[in-house]
């Protein structure tokens, strides 16, 4: 994979056509939340601004597409990555390849982290 995007569009051509369409659905759910959202690359990954603060990245590996709301964005969830048995660290959170994205989920993260970024704006 080369080291430089100019955009998420570009990154996420890199995939298989399976995994594009997961990258995919996943930009389309972050975006369902805020549609103004700034999108960017941030640390080689897909990432998203709201209001110009880091929301979430996301990444695509060979077994597993990573998802990284930050520390809180992680905590707050983990009873529900450990129920649906995703492997998950202090700031990430792994959706396996072979499994639906979980898109519930990621709009319930994002709402949180939209939250989180204007309770401390105020």
Request: aromatic share 14%; hydrophobic share 35%; no cysteine.
């Amino acid at each position: 994979m080369k080291d430089t995007f100019k955009n998420i569009d570009d990154y996420i051509l890199l995939f298989p056509i399976n995994v594009q369409g997961k990258l995919i659905e996943l930009r389309k759910a972050i975006h369902s939340q805020v549609p103004d959202l700034e999108e960017y690359i941030g640390y080689q990954m897909p990432a998203f601004k709201h209001k110009g603060k880091p929301l979430v990245y996301f990444a695509g590996y060979k077994k597993h597409i990573g998802f990284y709301p930050g520390a809180e964005g992680i905590k707050n969830f983990e009873k529900e990555f450990e129920e649906r048995n995703y492997k998950f660290s202090k700031g990430a959170v792994q959706f396996p390849i072979e499994e639906d994205i979980p898109l519930d989920l990621i709009q319930k993260i994002v709402t949180f982290r939209i939250t989180e970024i204007e309770q401390k704006k105020s």
